[in-house]
């Protein structure tokens, strides 16, 4: 039990601070690079801004204990949508093999953030 809350925890870390964190905190300290990653794509920037709210809604979502398990299956399956959309618009716009790759891997950690989760529900 103890093994599958610390591989829970590790995974849900990487992506609190990639898909939650990192984002948030260049919305607020550097806003000018908000649209950096969604504008070349063809984004408007409202998605950019929308985005980003709803990554940090998500990866709080997941992390925070009390959240029932109904909304932690949302919050994983729009954080899902999320990765796999930006590997389709790398894949179809710009063809870059890391920023294509990047998304996926993110995808993976998540996985096994949300695959730990159940193991945990299921056990406890």
């Known amino acids: 039990m103890k093994r599958n809350k610390i591989i829970f925890w590790v995974a849900t870390t990487i992506i ?38 709803c990554k940090a809604l998500g990866v709080l979502a997941i992390s925070y204990p009390g959240v029932p398990a109904k909304l932690k299956e949302w919050a994983y399956a729009g954080l899902t949508f999320s990765l796999i959309y930006a590997f389709i618009s790398h894949a179809c716009v710009d063809q870059n093999i890391g920023y294509m790759l990047l998304p996926l891997v993110v995808l993976g950690i998540l996985a096994v953030s949300y695959r730990y989760n159940l193991k945990i529900q299921n056990n406890g």
């Open 16 to 53: 609190i601070l990639w898909e939650g964190v990192m984002p948030l905190s260049t919305l607020i300290f550097s806003p000018q690079y908000a649209t950096t990653g969604t504008e070349p794509l063809g984004y408007p920037d409202y998605f950019a801004y929308t985005l980003i709210i």
